[in-house]
């Protein structure tokens, strides 16, 4: 089993930037493609970006692309994404969690969950 911690989060202006961390313990991030989610007040939980273990493998929601980078650091058990340009449409809950067999955009897929982060864009 593995736990996750995201951390990062916060109040930003439009077109500011916020780096938000997945920690994990109790197993190595290296075991999972991870992926990260976020959920706005009232609507499902949407997928974001994606990365596989080695890292050789992205994939990006079409409203964050170019956008966002998602970056693993497996030495540090860590996974990044690295938001830049926000827009108040990204205001969410952000939650990383864990995808054992591929690279999928579908929240079902993913196994465990870390709590969550709040970023909030907004002037």
């Known amino acids: 089993q593995v736990q996750l911690v995201e951390s990062g989060g916060g109040l930003v202006q439009p077109g500011g930037s916020l780096r938000l961390s997945c920690t994990a313990s109790?197993?190595?991030?290296?075991?999972?493609?991870i992926g990260w989610f976020r959920q706005a007040p009232g609507k499902e939980r949407e997928f974001v970006a994606a990365i596989t273990r080695s890292g050789s493998t992205t994939r990006y929601a079409d409203s964050v692309m170019g956008r966002f980078t998602i970056s693993r650091d497996n030495a540090k058990n860590t996974v990044s994404l690295q938001m830049n340009r926000l827009k108040p449409e990204d205001t969410a809950v952000y939650y990383c969690?864990?995808?054992?067999?591929?690279?999928?955009?579908?929240?079902?897929?993913?196994?465990?969950w870390g709590q969550g982060t709040q970023v909030t864009v907004s002037s």
């Open positions: 109790g197993r190595t991030v290296s075991s999972y493609t």
């Open positions: 969690a864990t995808d054992s067999y591929g690279i999928s955009t579908k929240r079902t897929t993913y196994e465990y």
